[in-house]
Structures are given as C-alpha cells and as structure tokens.
C-alpha cells in the first residue's frame, strides 16, 4: 500500500488503484494523473498482476473532473502539457495490456466519466450518475467526447456533451456505458468477481486480444478480417494455446505461462 494522491494495493493477482482525495471529490489534479499513470506502469510490469481496478476513495464521488480549484504553475504551456497527461492516461488505460475495470464507487463526472470509458469494463453502483456537466462553467469536455463517440451513437454523444445532462446508473447500462449496476453492499464483491474472471485468463492471450480489439476499431470491414486472421495465427502460437487446448482435451483447468 502506498499513501498519497493516489493508493495502489495488489490481492489475488488484482491491482487495486485508488484516487485518495475524497476531501476534493477526488479530482484529477497533476498529482493523481501522474500518480495513475506511475501506479498503472507498476502493475504492468509486475507478473504477479493480472487485472487492474481504478476506484475513488469515499462512497460519493469516483472522480468530479479535472481539479478547477487548482490552476496549474508555470504558464500556458505547462498547463497545456499537463492536460495533455490526462489524455495520455486516458490511452495508457485502454491501451494496457491488463485488463482495466472501473469500480465506480460514487458519481463520475468530466474527466472522471473519461476514465471510466477509458477501462475496459465498468462496474457501478445504482444510485450514481455520470455526465458531462463542463459545460455549465462555460467549458467543453474536449478530451472525453473522443471516449464518448466511440461508445454511444452521434445523437446521444452529443446530447450528454452540450447539455451536460447526467444520466443515472441504469441508463448508463443501457446505453453500454458500464457493464454492471448493483447495489452499493454489492459492489465490491461484483466488481472482485469480475475481475477474478479476468485474472484467470491468460495474461498474454488477453493482451493480444485487447490490442488486436483497439487496431480492429478503426478498420474497414475487409480490413479488419484481414488483421484479425493473421492476430489469431500468433495468437495459436502462443504457449499459452497450446496448453488452453490441451487442457480442455484432457478436461483439467489450464496451468497458464502467459506466453
């Protein structure tokens, strides 16, 4: 366990990456963007982690957004690189090769609805809302709607970023913003199960499928077939194929090399 801005514990080969600034609605200060990205390459690169799951610290707030109370030093292209960051940790968390679960503890809102969309899967808890409220201070959510257009359609997108409507917990689920909604007595063991799912896999065949799933995105259809045959003739290269067959042959759980 590490304390400061940001709080990082390993269990059963989870990665638990926690935004610690409830007092400040655990805003996304240059601190906790850096604390992530540093927390995220650590979980990387340790063998032992197989799942990583970002949450707030508090029952109230997953994260409010960037940190408006705070204006960054050093001038307008510090504060430009700074924001920056943000996107780059908003890429560092798809773009990993573990798995990423949100654990939406409270409401996430602004940038902390972009880390949301940024995991690969999401677990909430009923009574939060999500939105992207910037633009009642006379901001726009520059960043996120790259996120939000590639989850929903152009008309729904649109209409969370220039309203800056929320929406609760449900209709996130409905629109397939998030994967679970529980009630809050239930979120921590929803969201372990989830990620224990995850954390049984193949970490090497996991990684192959997460990247392959990103390039594939931005393919034609013919494009994408074409990538994806050859993604899965590395993918039966793999050891780790290899010993997923053989075990369901033999009818034994897999012992896997994550290679």
């Known amino acids: 366990m590490e304390e400061g801005t940001v709080r990082s514990q390993v269990e059963d080969g989870q990665a638990l990456l926690t935004i610690d600034r409830p007092a400040a609605r655990n805003a996304l200060s240059p601190d906790v963007v850096r604390g992530l990205r540093t927390a995220l390459a650590r979980a990387e690169a340790d063998p032992a982690v197989r799942v990583v ?16 109370g705070t204006l960054p030093e050093g001038g307008y292209l510090t504060g430009h690189a700074l924001r920056r960051a ?17 654990r939406v503890n409270g409401h996430a809102l602004g940038g902390g609805f972009g880390l949301v969309l940024a ?29 939000l257009q590639r989850h929903v359609g152009r008309k729904r997108a649109l209409e969370l ?5 929320r929406m609760k917990a449900e209709e996130a689920l409905r629109w397939g913003l998030v994967n679970r909604v529980v009630p809050r007595a239930e979120l921590d063991a929803a969201t372990r199960a989830l990620a224990g799912r995850l954390a049984g896999k193949s970490r090497a065949v996991l990684a192959l499928g997460k ?18 045959a050859g993604q899965l003739s590395l993918n039966l290269a793999t050891e780790d194929a290899a010993e997923g067959i ?10 896997w090399k994550d290679r």
Request: glycine share 8%; net charge negative; proline share 7%.
């Open 161 to 165: 970023l220039l309203t800056g409507d």
């Open 246 to 255: 053989s075990a369901f042959l033999e009818r034994r759980p897999p012992s």
């Open 119 to 147: 995991c690969d899967l999401a677990v909430a808890v009923d009574a939060i809302e999500f939105g992207t409220p910037e633009t009642d201070v006379g901001l726009f959510p520059m960043m996120v709607l790259a996120w």
């Open 86 to 102: 943000y996107g780059e940790l908003l890429e560092s968390l798809a773009a990993s090769p573990l798995p990423t679960v949100a």
């Open 53 to 68: 799951v970002l949450t707030g610290a508090g029952d109230r707030v997953f994260s409010a957004g960037g940190d408006l």
């Open 211 to 228: 990247s392959a799933f990103r390039t594939a995105e931005d393919l034609s259809m013919p494009q994408a077939m074409d990538f994806l």
